[in-house]
């Protein structure tokens, strides 16, 4: 079965980072996207980042470019979610998923991915 497995939140003031990761297992192949999304109180789900496991092409969301950055080690599996540069608008429960790859190259559609890891939240101090 696919898991993931995603940490590293925590409460941070606002300019400083942290680093997501999200653990996947029971792929059979690496010819897949896996996306972070978030989830504010009151507000729909967002793509944030998502990459293509296989070739490391990535897809950023306009509100984090610059600041966040999406990576993926092949070796232990694992996607990881720098953010940099940190706002209070960054609060929310954050989510990694992964689906087939998009057609086109990666995206954060979220409809389209199939598993869901259980969130992580981050707080964002002002």
């Known amino acids: 079965d696919v898991q993931l497995q995603a940490s590293g939140g925590g409460l941070v003031q606002a300019g400083g980072s942290l680093r997501l990761s999200c653990a996947a297992s029971g792929f059979t192949s690496d010819n897949y996207d896996i996306g972070w999304f978030r989830q504010a109180p009151g507000k729909e789900r967002k793509g944030v980042s998502c990459?293509?496991?296989?070739?490391?092409?990535?897809y950023d969301d306009a509100s984090v470019k610059g600041r966040f950055a999406i990576s993926r080690d092949k070796v232990k599996n694992i996607v990881y979610l720098q953010m940099n540069s940190l706002k209070p608008e960054d609060t929310a429960v954050y989510y990694c998923?992964?689906?087939?790859?998009?057609?086109?190259?990666?995206?954060?559609?979220?409809?389209?991915?199939?598993?869901w890891g259980q969130g992580t939240q981050v707080t964002v101090s002002s």
């Open positions: 990459i293509n496991f296989n070739d490391g092409n990535k």
């Open positions: 998923a992964a689906g087939p790859p998009g057609t086109w190259g990666p995206h954060c559609y979220g409809p389209a991915y199939k598993y």
